[in-house]
């Protein structure tokens, strides 16, 4: 029987053979294929990224904040190895320099003014710590509190710090270190930032000055009035200890002002 039309694969010229079917390839040998390729290359850029040492303790591949709890110690050794050299330079200086002891007076004023000298007096510790997570609202009339509500804020630091010096104080210490006119106290998230080191709640303020005036600037303070009702309501932490006789250290850190120009 003759074909009135040429059949799949079969060439139109009585006799001719079998065209030859071009091989389809399958999906999954495609597929496979390519998920070795894939590895292969990774194996190699894993092996040119380590160089012979184990890319999982990398420093780039920590958490940011193991990074940044590494670079406040750094911070912390490197304001420690300041104090030690400003003792040595003020032992120096302490030598017959050619300077008249009113000069050696206006001088130790000065420095006492800008906190880098001990203060030695009677203190107290403010203690500021967030509220437990689970917290619900204590009183009536108060709704349940978000996120928000349970943490400490820079204000809260801010308002305690402006406090105490409303209320005389000669020297405050935030947690282990001495403040100063330049210093700033900031919050990222729920951790403080002093002076290039990091810290996280409780937070420990004391102060050297008259006991009575300032824990009467504290209740004064509408900033800490308002923090009340959250401590009262949502459990926000917060108390005042007196410490006796208490000696905070001087200020060793840096006091150059790298942004600031002279008012003309």
């Known amino acids: 029987m003759s074909n009135s039309a040429d059949s799949p694969g079969t060439d139109s010229t009585p006799g001719s053979p ?5 091989r389809r ?8 294929a390519g998920v070795f390729a894939l590895a292969g290359l990774l194996f190699v850029t894993s092996f040119n990224t380590a160089k012979g040492t184990d890319i999982r303790t990398d420093s780039s591949l ?20 300041n104090a030690v050299l400003r003792h040595d330079v003020e ?17 130790a004023a000065l420095e006492k003014r800008a906190g880098t000298r001990k203060v030695t007096g009677e203190a107290i510790t403010v203690t500021l710590n967030d509220a437990p997570p689970n917290a619900t609202a204590k009183l009536p009339g108060y709704p349940e509190p978000q996120p928000d509500y349970l943490v400490i804020h820079q204000q809260d630091l801010q308002a305690v710090v402006n406090a105490l010096w409303q209320g005389g104080a000669r020297g405050i210490r935030v947690m282990d270190q001495r403040l100063i ?3 700033a106290v900031r919050c990222v998230g729920n951790t403080l930032i002093l002076q290039g080191r990091v810290y996280s709640p409780p937070y420990r303020i004391t102060a050297v000055g008259d006991p009575q005036k300032l824990q009467q600037a504290l ?10 009702v959250y401590v009262n309501v949502y459990g926000l932490g917060w108390k005042v200890t007196e410490d006796g006789t208490v000696t905070l250290p001087g200020y060793s850190g840096t006091v150059d002002l790298h942004y600031a120009k002279p008012v003309r």
Do not use: C, F, H
């Not at 390839?25 to 496979?32: A, D, M, N, Q």
């Not at 200086?93 to 008249?100: F, K, L």
């Open 18 to 22: 079998l065209r030859s079917r071009p």
């Open 91 to 107: 032992s120096l200086a302490e030598r017959d320099d050619g300077s008249s002891k009113a000069q050696d007076d206006r001088l």
């Open 25 to 32: 390839l399958r999906p999954g040998r495609v597929l496979t």
């Open 181 to 183: 006119s330049t210093s």
């Open 219 to 228: 209740a004064d303070s509408p900033a800490i009035q308002n923090y009340m």
């Open 62 to 81: 920590l958490k940011l904040s193991d990074l940044i709890q590494e670079r406040s110690r750094k911070n912390k050794g490197l304001d420690e190895a």
